[in-house]
């Protein structure tokens, strides 16, 4: 049973916006946070954004002020609205739950993210 969907990603110009939807298949407040990774081509998996289960939310220093976490709480879903793109947000996105400071899931697919110059 897939547990974690992420989609919405795609090609999107610099500057342009794309939002990621990630669907999950538990109530989301089973867990601290939905937390949003992404791994960039030859790079290693980094943390994006969190959102935990009172509302908080953080964002790595790069996306803020350009990058949006939220949730759905009837659907089980959280989004990442992301706008002003740039080049260096090339990336494969990912999706996780958070509990006890560790990831719940197996890694989904992700969802492909391209901006193009």
């Known amino acids: 049973q897939v547990q974690l969907v992420e989609s919405g990603g795609g090609l999107v110009q610099a500057g342009g916006s794309l939002r990621l939807s990630c669907a999950v298949a538990?109530?989301?407040?089973?867990?601290?946070?939905i937390a949003w990774y992404r791994q960039p081509p030859g790079k290693q998996r980094e943390l994006v954004a969190t959102?935990?289960?009172?509302?908080?939310?953080d964002y790595t220093d790069s996306v803020k002020g350009r990058f949006t976490i939220s949730r759905d709480n009837a659907e089980n879903t959280v989004y990442l609205q992301m706008d002003s793109l740039k080049q260096e947000d090339t990336a494969v996105y990912y999706c996780?739950?958070?509990?006890?400071?560790?990831?719940?899931?197996?890694w989904g697919q992700g969802t492909q993210v391209t901006v193009s110059s």
């Open positions: 996780n739950a958070l509990l006890l400071g560790r990831t719940y899931f197996t």
């Open positions: 538990e109530n989301i407040f089973n867990f601290n946070a």
């Open positions: 959102i935990n289960v009172g509302g908080r939310t």
